[in-house]
C-alpha cells in the first residue's frame, strides 16, 4: 500500500512539473535559441539543488513531499530529452555554434543551479 501511496505523490508532482514545463513553451519568444527549455532545465536543477538541500538540512523532512517535489515535479518539469533534440535540430539547421553553445550551456548552468540551490537551503534552513 506504501509503493502506491508513493506513487500518487509522484503522480502529482509529474502531472505538475509537466504542466508548468507545457505553459512555459507557450510564452511567445522571438530567438532561435531554445530559451524556454534552456530555462525549464536551469530552474529545475534550481529546484532539486534546493530540494536536496533541504532535506540535508532538515533530514526529518516528509519522504512524500520529497518524491513529489525531486522526484516528481522535477521529473515532469525538466526536458533533457527535449533539448538533446533542439540540439540535434540545430545542427541539422547549419546552427553548429549555436548548438554546442546551447549544449555547454545548458550543461555548466544546470550543474550551477544544484550548487546554488543547494547554497540557498542552507541559508534559508541555517538555524533549524
Known amino acids: 500500500m506504501q ?5 500518487l505523490f509522484v503522480g502529482i ?13 507557450l510564452i511567445p519568444l522571438k530567438t532561435q535559441f531554445p530559451l524556454s527549455t534552456f530555462f525549464v532545465n536551469i530552474t529545475g536543477a534550481l529546484i ?3 530540494v536536496v538541500g533541504a ?12 518524491l ?15 533539448m538533446s533534440l533542439e540540439a540535434v535540430n540545430l545542427f541539422k539547421s547549419n546552427n553548429s555554434l549555436m548548438s554546442v553553445v546551447y549544449i555547454i550551456t545548458t550543461v555548466v548552468f544546470c550543474i550551477f543551479g544544484v550548487l546554488l540551490g543547494e547554497f540557498i537551503a542552507s541559508l534559508v534552513f541555517k538555524n533549524t
Open 55 to 66: 532535506t540535508e538540512t532538515l533530514p526529518n523532512m516528509n519522504p512524500h513531499i520529497i
Open 3 to 7: 509503493i502506491l501511496k508513493d506513487c
Open 48 to 50: 532539486i539543488g534546493f
Open 13 to 25: 508532482g509529474g502531472f505538475t512539473g509537466a504542466i508548468l514545463r507545457y505553459l512555459i513553451t
Open 68 to 82: 513529489f517535489l525531486k522526484t516528481g515535479l522535477c521529473g515532469g518539469y525538466t526536458t533533457l530529452s527535449a
